[in-house]
């Protein structure tokens, strides 16, 4: 599966209580040398981040990191700021659903809930 990075423990805990288990959090602060990120080199990611202007820093400086584009889930689409504001498995399955159909994931992502 691929690992998902948030910013928060609390946007962490959140998508864990509805199911989505392979969650880290960065605590909101990463860098494109951050030792979070020198752990996960050799796993798939794809980015959580908030739908502002610093989760798109963030994801910027993710991409920096792996010398390549990556894959970002958009809450945005069902009308939150980050994963934290999910207010049901629901919402969280059609942000996942929208990502699946635009990245053809072709490992066990689809397993995950």
Known sequence: KPVVLVEGAFDCLRLKTLGLTNV?????GISHISKKLERLKNLRVICGFDADQAGRNFHKAVE???????????????GCKDPGEIKSKEDLEKVLQINK???????????KI
């Open 101 to 111: 159909r635009n990245f053809k994931f072709q490992d066990k992502w689809e397993n």
């Open 64 to 78: 920096r990191f792996f010398q390549k584009p990556i894959q970002s889930l958009d809450w945005s689409i069902i």
């Open 24 to 28: 880290i959090a960065t605590h909101g």
